[in-house]
C-alpha cells in the first residue's frame, strides 16, 4: 500500500520569496509521484511527475521537485512565487510497473497563499 | 485542446432524491476515475474503470452509489437515495494507461449539495 503525507496544511510566502511545500511517501515499491494544483472552483491540474528517471523534475509555471529516496521525499519547489501561483497543491503517489494498479493516493493538500 | 468534461457543474437537491453525475473522458482515454473531495476528507477514490470495466469501486458505499461506462465516451455516477454527507464536489478524471504510469486528467467537478 501507499500513502502520502504533505507537511502544512496551509504555507504563506510573500510575493518574490521561495515556495517549498513539502510531501513524504510511504510505498512498498519504488513509486510515481505527481504534483497537482487545484485553483478555486476547478479541477486538480498536473504539476510535474517523476517516473524513475532523473531525479530533479521540471514542470509547468516554474516549479520543480526532487524525489529523494533516502528521505522518502519529493518536496515541490518554486525560486520566486507569484501572485498567480496562490491556490491548493496536492502530492500524489502511484506504483511504479503497470498490471491493474493505476490508482493514485493524494496527500490532504497544501493551501498556498501568497501575500503582496 | 482535449478535456475532460462534468454534467452538471452544480447540482442542489433534497435528501432522497437520486442524482446522476456525468463524464465525458478524453477521446482515446481507456481509464476512468471517479472522486469525491470533502473539506474533512480531502480527495478520495470512489471507483474507476479500464476499457469500460469497473477494476476497484472499494471507496464507493455499495447501498446508494453506483458508477457505470455505458460506452466509452461515458461515465455515470448515480447516487439514490441521496443524504447530506453526500454533499461534495465530485471529480472525473481519465488516463489513458498503456504505459506504465498514469497521468490523470481532471474534469471541473460537480459540486452536490443535498439538503
Known amino acids: 500500500a501507499q500513502s502520502v503525507t504533505q507537511l502544512g496544511s496551509h504555507v504563506s510566502v510573500s510575493e518574490g520569496a521561495l515556495v517549498l511545500l513539502r510531501c513524504n511517501y510511504s510505498s512498498s515499491v519504488p513509486p510515481y509521484l505527481f504534483w497537482y494544483v487545484q485553483y478555486p472552483n476547478q479541477g486538480l491540474q498536473l504539476l510535474l511527475k517523476?517516473?524513475?528517471?532523473?531525479?530533479l523534475v521540471k514542470g509547468i509555471n516554474g516549479f520543480e521537485a526532487e524525489f529523494k529516496k533516502s528521505e522518502t521525499s519529493f518536496h515541490l519547489t518554486k525560486p520566486s512565487a507569484h501572485m498567480s501561483d496562490a491556490a491548493e497543491y496536492f502530492c500524489?503517489?502511484?506504483?511504479?510497473?503497470?498490471?491493474?494498479?493505476?490508482?493514485?493516493?493524494f496527500g490532504k493538500g497544501t493551501l498556498l497563499t501568497v501575500n503582496p | 485542446d482535449a478535456r475532460v468534461t462534468q454534467t452538471p457543474r452544480d447540482k442542489v437537491t433534497e435528501m432522497g432524491q437520486e442524482v446522476t453525475m456525468r463524464c465525458q473522458p478524453i477521446l482515446g482515454h481507456n481509464t476512468v476515475f471517479w472522486y469525491r473531495q470533502t473539506m474533512m476528507q480531502g480527495l478520495e477514490l470512489l471507483a474507476y474503470?479500464?476499457?469500460?470495466?469497473?477494476?476497484?469501486d472499494s471507496g464507493m458505499p455499495k447501498d446508494r452509489f453506483s458508477a457505470e461506462m455505458p460506452d466509452a465516451t461515458l461515465a455515470t455516477l448515480k447516487i439514490q437515495p441521496s443524504e447530506p454527507r453526500d454533499s461534495a464536489v465530485y471529480f472525473c478524471a481519465s488516463a489513458r494507461t498503456v504505459q506504465t504510469y498514469n497521468e490523470q486528467f481532471f474534469g471541473p467537478g460537480t459540486r452536490l449539495t443535498v439538503l
Open positions: 517523476y517516473t524513475s528517471a532523473a531525479t
Open positions: 474503470f479500464r476499457n469500460r470495466a469497473p477494476l476497484d
Open positions: 500524489a503517489v502511484s506504483l511504479s510497473g503497470g498490471g491493474s494498479n493505476y490508482k493514485l493516493t
